[in-house]
């Protein structure tokens, strides 16, 4: 089995920062890529970013110069730093991982349960 847990939300005022953080585990041979998405009340989920195991992270342009993506290898961890957060930035945010399950398995993605971020004064 696999295991996404996202943790690092809460409350924040407008202006301020938040750092979530998303730990992958489990029956993971070869992680691939991880990132985020986020979904607000009547709206469809949204990319925020993501980030390869092996390469630069990618941002939507609605966070860009406010978002920051980064990662550590060896824990399976994907971090967001999200700075100068907005009204507009209360989501709840998922994250999720594309893996290998085994040596010559195809690609599998893999869901957090999310974590919510409310920006709000």
């Known amino acids: 089995q696999v295991q996404v847990v996202e943790s690092g939300g809460g409350l924040v005022q407008p202006g301020g920062s938040l750092r979530l953080s998303c730990a992958a585990s489990?029956?993971?041979?070869?992680?691939?890529?991880m990132g985020w998405y986020r979904q607000s009340p009547g709206k469809q989920r949204e990319f925020v970013g993501t980030?390869?195991?092996?390469?630069?992270?990618n941002g939507a342009d609605s966070v860009k110069g406010r978002f920051t993506i980064s990662r550590d290898n060896a824990q399976h961890t994907v971090y967001l730093q999200m700075n100068s957060l907005k009204p507009e930035d209360t989501a709840v945010y998922y994250c999720y991982i594309v893996y290998n399950a085994f040596i010559g398995s195809g690609f599998k993605d893999y869901w957090g349960q999310g974590t919510q971020v409310t920006v709000s004064s």
């Open positions: 489990g029956s993971i041979f070869r992680l691939l890529s």
């Open positions: 980030i390869p195991m092996d390469g630069n992270s």
